[in-house]
């Protein structure tokens, strides 16, 4: 498994950014994907996920109606589609497959930073 995230650089508040994440070495379309980031000092948070359905995605609450998450099944990519960035956004996001929903491991990107900043 290896997943490749992109996109990620300095940007203002109210901003927009699309974070991708290249996937491959598995089937994309029949595993769960999820986008998770750390700031500085604090914990790892997720996100957002996408079940392989595609319904009903999973957003934290503090990116509800500003985020939005997305897979291209055709080209192996996961992105997510960030508006409205804050200050509070700034970190380092990773793009993980959620392999653990089904019974085996999770696995990760080595992340893409972004800073929200005026």
């Known amino acids: 498994v290896l997943l490749v995230e992109s996109g990620g650089c300095s940007a203002q508040p109210a901003g927009s950014l699309i974070l991708s994440c290249a996937a491959s070495?598995?089937?994309?379309?029949?595993?769960?994907m999820a986008w998770a980031r750390q700031a500085p000092g604090k914990e790892r948070e997720w996100v957002s996920a996408?079940?392989?359905?595609?319904?009903?995605?999973f957003y934290t609450a503090s990116v509800k109606g500003r985020f939005s998450i997305s897979r291209d099944i055709a080209n192996n990519t996961l992105h997510l589609q960030m508006n409205d960035l804050k200050p509070e956004d700034t970190g380092l996001y990773y793009c993980?497959?959620?392999?653990?929903?089904?019974?085996?491991?999770?696995?990760w990107g080595q992340g893409t930073q972004v800073t929200v900043d005026s």
């Open positions: 996408l079940f392989t359905d595609g319904k009903s995605p």
């Open positions: 070495g598995f089937t994309f379309s029949h595993y769960p």
């Open positions: 993980v497959q959620k392999g653990s929903w089904l019974g085996e491991t999770d696995h």
